[in-house]
């Protein structure tokens, strides 16, 4: 009766074990915790505006995730939005690549999408891109489209 208790006891301690293991591997892949150290490089841009881009956002290159946003912060200086970007180390990115803000779909998630140029120099990690393109103003657009209708 004593060895039942003791194979009971064994097998729920396993099964709790594998239900913390189990839990443990959800949070760090949902929490986009890296294990091994970054596999990823910083760059940064400037926009006048990023109209709906949040931290997290995807950065994709030609269709293919390449990278997320992975701080926003307001330079005091020139009032324009820097942003940060985590780029997955192995991907290169030319020197003249410019970044735009895009929008999935019609009314979907804003996303940062990279246009590579024709430069045979990559960016490394810290720099900054130059050429950037803001979000565009639906809003705008369709309050001037109807106001100047009249």
């Keep these: 009766m004593n060895m039942n208790r003791i194979k009971i006891d064994t097998v729920v301690g396993l099964f709790l074990f594998v ?13 986009d ?24 956002a995807d950065v994709d290159m030609a269709g293919v995730k390449v990278g997320k946003v992975k701080k ?7 009032y324009e939005a820097k942003v940060d970007l985590s780029i997955e180390k192995g991907v290169n ?19 940062i999408s990279l246009k590579p140029g024709a430069s045979e120099k990559y960016l490394k990690n810290g ?14 657009l369709i309050s001037k489209y109807i106001f100047e209708k009249q």
Excluded at 127 to 140: H, L, Q, R, V, W
């Design 19 to 31: 239900g913390f293991l189990c839990f443990a591997y959800l949070a760090i892949k949902l929490g």
């Design 33 to 56: 915790v890296p294990l091994l150290g970054e596999n990823s490089y910083n760059l940064f841009a400037y926009f006048t505006s990023i109209s709906g881009l949040k931290e997290g």
């Design 72 to 78: 926003i912060t307001l330079d005091q200086s020139t």
């Design 93 to 111: 990115i030319p020197q003249d690549v410019i970044a735009s803000i895009k929008t999935s779909g019609i009314i979907g998630d804003k996303y």
């Design 127 to 140: 720099s900054k891109i130059i050429d950037t393109e803001s979000a565009i103003d639906i809003e705008g």
